[in-house]
């Protein structure tokens, strides 16, 4: 409650003061009064007009902290703090000048690009940002970036894609023949582009020859670093002297588990689905022509889905005005090539 004694002093000691410094007293007196009657029954609130009293009159006098009874001074000097964010707040929203907002467009692509290269910071975002033609500051970048809750690592996809030009796979599939002997195909086939790089054709698939059959898809410094295979009996002793010469190392499938050797075990079931499964194999030279005609197909005209619907030889898009539309068959017309020629 209000210090009738605290008042009784200040009213001795004001005879002593300025006049201005004692009519600015009394003022306060006779507000905190008035905030008295009012809140007679409640607890004391003060009012917007209030604090607007108090703000002011600690501006223009410097002894009103004698003078405060019912509220404390630290009460004041927030008040004051609130009316200055308050009062410039004001005073910003009203300008009319300054930066332009950034386009939502150009605020979805900063944080896609974000999103897509976690490894990239905003002045790498901010200099693609300038070269599609957009004109806005670095610091507006990083604040649309979406920041990542931990340290950004590649994805497996990207890591695979990255290491796939240096891996190869070998495998072998069996083809009967009219007579029924079984007849032997070694592939090798690369990750990156899904390219047969080297096949042949035997009856009798030993270590010596499946160790020739290597120098001959690798020669000179051809050689990829790593060569993933499965643990057949053909694929040990000479075969892996043959690669430490190289400088390839082996990449062994566990037991029973092609589905680790799957670019080599997809193209295996490719040529059964797409030739062999369609035609009577007469014996190993026809065998081997059969599979270097497919593989003519294969490389430069089958599209295949791995690819985004692109051939391991890249294969262009033809304009819609090229021409007409002719078809060019392809192992005695099991398979058809699709082209524009101008006429």
């Known amino acids: 409650m209000f210090n009738m004694f605290s008042i009784f ?5 004001s005879t002593f003061r300025s006049r201005v410094s004692l009519q600015l007293e009394i003022l306060s007196l ?14 004391i609130i003060a009012r917007r007009q209030d604090r607007i009293f108090w703000v002011w009159l600690s501006r223009i006098w410097p002894n009103w902290q004698n003078a405060l009874m019912i509220f404390k001074p630290s009460t004041v000097l927030k008040w004051h703090r609130e009316g200055f964010r308050l009062y410039w707040k004001w005073k910003s929203s009203k300008r009319s000048g300054g930066r332009k907002s950034v386009p939502k467009d150009v605020r979805d692509l900063i944080k896609r690009m974000s999103l897509e290269n976690p490894l990239w910071g905003a002045p790498r975002i901010h200099g693609e940002l300038m070269k599609l033609g957009y004109s806005l500051a670095q610091s507006s970048v990083s604040r649309y970036m979406v920041k990542p809750k931990k340290h950004p690592s590649q994805t497996w996809k990207t890591f695979l894609k990255n290491h796939a030009s240096q891996i190869v796979a070998m495998d072998f599939f069996t083809v009967p023949d009219i007579s029924f002997k079984v007849l032997y195909v070694l592939i090798f086939i690369n990750h990156d582009r899904r390219k047969i790089i080297h096949f042949n054709v035997t009856t009798n698939p030993t270590a010596s020859w499946v160790a020739q059959q290597i120098r001959e898809a690798f020669p000179w410094d051809t050689a990829p670093r790593f060569l993933l295979h499965d643990r057949d009996p053909a694929f040990q002793a000479e075969c892996r002297t043959t690669l430490r010469a190289m400088g390839t190392e082996e990449v062994i499938t566990a ?8 670019y080599a075990e997809r193209v295996i079931g490719s040529v059964r689905r797409d030739v062999l499964d369609h035609i009577i194999t007469l014996n190993e030279e026809h065998l081997r022509q059969t599979l270097a005609k497919y593989f003519i197909y294969y490389h430069g005209f089958r599209t295949h889905l791995g690819l985004k619907k692109d051939c391991p030889d890249h294969r262009p898009v033809q304009p819609t005005d090229a ?10 017309g099991l398979h058809h090539q699709y082209q524009r020629k101008a006429a």
């Open 255 to 262: 037991p029973a588990s092609p589905w680790q050797n799957p």
């Open 30 to 43: 006779r507000h905190q009064i008035v905030v008295l009657q009012r809140n007679q029954k409640q607890k």
């Open 9 to 13: 002093l200040l009213g001795i000691t």
């Open 323 to 332: 021409g007409k539309i002719v078809a060019i068959p392809h192992l005695g």
